[in-house]
């Protein structure tokens, strides 16, 4: 009968599905139960009601419904790779560092490359700053390098870094524009923020339109110490340095790329890593000590200063290879957790007020991220040495305290881990003394002299592409204003880049110069070129 025919196309591979048999394993549910139909929900007949008791496929919708997660509130566009870190100098005299104590030591690395503002789903050739994130696994544990493209920062104090975010991404009330800074609200907060010229210099430049990831430094952008076994400490630098050299596209390149491939740079790291063409970085170290530091006119707590290279050179101690993509995107690149506070025993922290604010950061924004306080039983988080603790529960836990105890001191004899006052993790014993407030040191007061020095220190062309940058983005700010509190800033960096950019927009004439808090800090050697640019 007809109804029969009906019936029959309920029956796996003949309702009209092409079903080929390979010899992959029997498909079962996420219970371990075989699944003999997966086209088809169990209904009342030919046409009737769904039923509820198809549990495979109310596990399957259901699973698919919660597949998102939260994307990074920054640098939500990424892409990741594994390889290795060799330490290429025995480093025994700088650090205590595990790693450092031999030439020749490796460990896996993991290293995820991001935008800032945009989206998960943006495209790659935006202008803006570019994340340089290295996760090396230590013996001594996961030490996080979280760093960008460009040495310097926005903003001296992590207090400012919401604002300077809710600026640059999408305005909440139109919810544009997206992934890219021609944007009334971030050039009203940069042109209100003297701090960020520096910065701001650097990605109007070349550098905030790579030609691809590999073709990219890395700077871990704060000082931060290195303390050796003895317990003497140095401030230290940390850069990144391309083999391949450093490139860039120009604007109307990136614009095309844009519009023909938005996946160009993942498809670059991709591509080059499965032909066997692994790229690679060399780690640099700027060492200086703390009375090296007190010479210098800026403080080098100051995250939007860089220490010129003719000053302390950059030293080579290692160098860092990507030789094999992930997986799987999702379970490594999207769920990796950078963050600045995983540091092992011979590093540590300073007082850079950015710096101490991401320690708390990170950790805070991946509880959220990432469901609960146990992303670290991720694998691609794991440390891959030894490690014993006694934290427990929580979402997801997967490691538990094996046995009676879960706290110490405890008087078992099998108690579980102990701390080791040799080996562990000591903080440099810094003597710290002053008042609490909240006005900054007076090195913090000078914005404009590093600004010029990148702008000098960059050939004819260069300089041209930071001006059109800036004529460029600011003709897209539609209040005219922000315009002209951002261009007159600009005299106090070069007076033919203010002239040109003013020009540029169809002003009449270069508004009068904001007034430095003390431009030059007294004491700058003006140096006429950085050779940290000099790639
Ligand atoms: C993410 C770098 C300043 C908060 C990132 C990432 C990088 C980075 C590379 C992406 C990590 C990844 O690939 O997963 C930097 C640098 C900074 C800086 C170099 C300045 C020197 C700040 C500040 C804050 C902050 C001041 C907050 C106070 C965050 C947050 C994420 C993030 C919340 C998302 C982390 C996640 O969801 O896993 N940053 N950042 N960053 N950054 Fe920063």
Redesign the pocket.
């Known amino acids: 009968s007809s109804n029969d025919t009906k019936e029959r196309k309920n029956v796996p591979g003949e309702g009209g599905e092409t079903h080929q048999r390979g010899d992959g394993p029997a498909l079962t549910t996420s219970q371990g139960i075989p699944v003999g139909d997966n086209q088809n929900t169990l209904r009342v007949g030919a046409r009737g009601p769904a039923l509820l008791e198809d549990f495979h496929f109310r596990e399957k919708i259901f699973h698919f419904d919660h597949e998102r997660i939260p994307e ?4 939500a566009r ?1 892409y ?1 790779a594994h390889g290795y870190f060799e330490a290429t100098e025995d480093l025994s005299d700088l650090t205590s560092a595990h790693l450092f104590q031999e030439k020749g030591r490796r460990v896996p690395a993991f290293v ?3 935008t ?1 503002a945009g989206n998960k789903g943006s495209v790659d050739l935006a202008r803006d700053v570019r ?3 290295v996760k090396l696994y230590t013996e001594e544990g996961n030490w996080d390098i ?3 493209n460009i040495p310097v ?1 926005f ?1 001296q104090d ?1 207090m400012k ?2 604002d300077l975010i809710h600026s640059v991404k999408e305005a909440p009330d139109r919810a544009f524009p997206q992934a890219q800074s021609a944007h009334d609200n971030f050039w009203d907060f940069i042109s209100l923020m003297p701090e960020a010229m520096h910065m701001v210099m650097w990605t109007m430049s070349d550098r905030a339109i790579p030609r691809s990831f590999r073709f990219m430094e890395g ?1 871990g ?2 000082t931060f110490r290195l303390v050796t076994a003895e317990g003497k400490s140095q401030f230290v630098k940390f850069h990144w340095k391309p083999k391949q050299g450093l490139q860039s596209v120009i604007w109307d390149e990136a614009v095309k790329i844009n519009g023909a491939d938005p996946d160009f740079h993942r498809r670059d790291l991709w591509t080059a890593i499965q032909n066997g063409d692994y790229p690679e970085w060399e780690l640099g170290v700027q060492v200086f000590d703390d009375a090296f530091a007190d010479t210098f006119p800026f403080d080098v707590l100051d ?1 939007t200063k860089l220490i010129p290279e003719e000053d302390v050179p950059v030293r080579i101690v290692g160098r860092l290879v990507l030789d094999r993509m992930v997986d799987n995107f999702f379970a490594e690149t999207e769920q ?3 963050c600045t506070q995983n540091i092992v025993p011979g590093i540590d922290f300073t007082n850079d007020p ?2 101490q ?2 320690n ?3 950790l805070d ?2 509880t959220k ?1 990432l469901g609960g306080p146990n992303f670290t039983h991720i694998p691609i988080n794991a440390p891959k040495c030894p490690f014993h603790h006694f934290q427990q529960d929580g979402h997801m836990a997967m490691h538990n305290p094996v046995g009676r105890a879960n706290y110490e001191p405890n008087g078992w004899a099998q108690g579980g881990p102990r701390a080791d006052p040799e080996k562990g993790h000591r903080s440099y014993p810094e003597q710290v003394d002053g008042e609490k407030r909240k006005v900054r040191g007076e090195l913090f007061a000078d914005h404009y002299s590093q600004a010029r020095q990148f702008y000098i220190s960059q050939t004819g062309i260069e300089q041209d592409h930071i001006a059109s940058a800036i004529v460029f983005e600011l003709s897209k700010v539609e209040t005219p204003a922000i315009r002209e509190r951002l261009v007159a800033h600009l005299p106090n960096i070069d007076k033919d880049l203010a002239a040109k950019v003013a020009d540029g927009l169809g002003l009449k004439s270069v508004p009068k110069a904001h007034t430095p808090a003390r431009t030059p800090v007294e004491g700058l050697k003006p140096s006429d070129s950085l050779s940290i640019l000099k790639n």
């Open positions: 990074r509130v920054v640098h990424g990741g995820r490359f991001s800032v994340g340089f994130a979280v760093g960008n920062f903003i992590a870094f919401p700077f952008v704060h995250a990796v957790a950078f950015l710096l604010g991401r708390f950061s990170y924004t991946q991220r």
